[in-house]
């Protein structure tokens, strides 16, 4: 049994994948997101299941407060701009120091092959690790009534693998290139924010798919769970420099602790 499903994606020879290869970079540049349903071979996800499961009392719960940039509100702005709109993000962490050595969440982060692939897609030379040791993989847990607000990542890009859905919400949506670089577009931001928008798009994310986010300049969020069934999915922490750590108040708020 293989960890990835080799027969659609064969990641430990991309030359096979050549053609196949262009299309997901130009889909991930498009649209900043890739799925890749089927991506993880069945046993793999069934055992990932079954991890979540028997961790999932360990997960830290915590509620934050803030504005989609994910940085301070200005007192001196307006109400209704973008820097100061707040939402709540309620939600379950389980750290990487929390996953066993075995685990098959630490075997699918070490895969040299999946490193490679997912840097051919983004279209960088190199995945490095995140030097942390609760972020380098994290499973996310929500649970009823947990949500996750809207937001860009701090990071360049996002490798995640669904694990379980919820029965009801719990869905991922986004609006693409809602930010640039160069321009915050805190007018758009707020007016989503405010009104919403057609352009919000809902994405499909079924249990072992591999999902590639580009989410610093995409708009995302996680609707509020409904129902009792919980969802779970498998944050990796790849970076795409050498030495990236994260910070100690990062980490407290995140998991509760910093070491
Ligand atoms: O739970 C998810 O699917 C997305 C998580 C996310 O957006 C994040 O951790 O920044
Ligand atoms: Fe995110």
Known sequence: ??????????????????????????????DGVVVLKDFLGSEYLESLINESRALANQAYFNTVSGNPYLCESDPNLPGDHALNHKESTTLGVIAGDQLPESSVSRQIYRSQALRDFVASIIGIPKIFDYQCKLGFINIARMVKDNYLRWHFDLSDFVVSIPIQSASKGGVYQYIHNLKSDNDPNYDGVSKVLTHGSPQIKSLQTPPGSLILFQGKHTMHRVTKVE??????????GFASKDHVKGSDYLRQI?????K
């Open 1 to 30: 049994m293989e960890i990835f499903n080799s027969q659609q994606y064969p990641v430990h020879d991309l030359t096979k994948m050549y053609g196949q290869l262009d299309t997901l970079k130009k889909q991930y540049d498009d």
């Open 227 to 236: 129902g009792d069934v919980d969802r779970y999915v498998l944050l990796l």
């Open 254 to 258: 995140r998991y509760g602790r910093t």
